[in-house]
């Protein structure tokens, strides 16, 4: 599979635990971004990064989150002291530059119990 | 900020009938606006962006600037064409990033 890759897929962990997910892009996109899905809601905006650099950080992205891309090719989003409410599919989408499709990977549903 | 509704969570409709999906965005510019779909089990997929002007799997969707709307029809639905939808709005001033609404499931049943 060629596309947007993401692991893992599925993550439980326990309130206040740290957790980090992977996104590897397809090869030579520059763009790669961050979105966060909750149940019954549209993917919401969380980071982009274009190569190495993270131009943008929403709102949503309080001090626990961190995402890095170190080498301009995959990106790691790491959340601190997982609470609850961080339940959600994180996605993942990444596109040759900023004119161009966004392809997304299957997502890393991580439950917070 | 920019801004995509979408009024129905679900539409259920036979097979053969048509399909209206409704998209209403706010921005204060000059938006690209795309409809992404999500068949079951499967990953978040463009179905089709507006500067396109062209129909996919017998979709189509007119940006009516004057409406703020960005509608996806298809006149003769398919069991297949079961899936959600999400109107993404791309703001140039706002980093490329895709606004999505809140998506609608459709449901054609035979």
């Known amino acids: 599979d060629t596309g947007v890759s993401q692991d893992p897929r599925h993550k439980i962990t326990k309130r206040g635990q740290n957790v980090t997910f992977r996104c590897d892009p397809i090869s030579e996109h520059n763009r790669l971004y961050w979105y966060r899905q909750t149940l019954g809601q549209g993917p919401e905006f969380l980071t982009y990064?274009?190569?190495?650099?993270?131009?943008?950080k929403s709102r949503l992205l309080s001090d626990r989150f961190s995402a890095e891309r170190p080498k301009g090719s995959f990106s790691t989003l790491e959340i601190q002291r997982t609470e609850q409410g961080d339940s959600a599919m994180y996605l993942c989408?990444?596109?040759?530059?900023?004119?161009?499709?966004?392809?997304f990977g299957q997502g890393t549903r991580l439950t917070v119990v | 900020a920019q801004r995509v509704t979408q009024p129905e969570k679900l539409l259920s409709v036979f097979k053969g009938a048509p399909v209206e999906l409704k998209c209403n965005y706010s921005?204060?510019?000059?938006?690209?606006l795309f409809w992404y779909v999500q068949y079951s089990r499967q990953r978040l997929q463009l179905l089709l962006r507006h500067i396109s002007r062209e129909s996919i799997k017998g979709f189509t969707a007119d940006l009516n600037k004057g409406e703020t709307s960005f509608h996806l029809k298809k006149p003769f639905a398919q069991e297949e064409d079961s899936a959600m939808y999400y109107c993404?709005?791309?703001?140039?001033?706002?980093?490329?990033?895709?606004?999505f609404g809140g998506g609608t499931r459709v449901l054609v049943k035979p």
């Open positions: 989408a990444s596109s040759l530059d900023r004119d161009t499709e966004a392809f």
């Open positions: 993404a709005l791309q703001a140039w001033a706002a980093g490329n990033k895709l606004t």
């Open positions: 990064f274009q190569n190495e650099a993270q131009l943008e």
């Open positions: 921005y204060s510019g000059s938006p690209e």
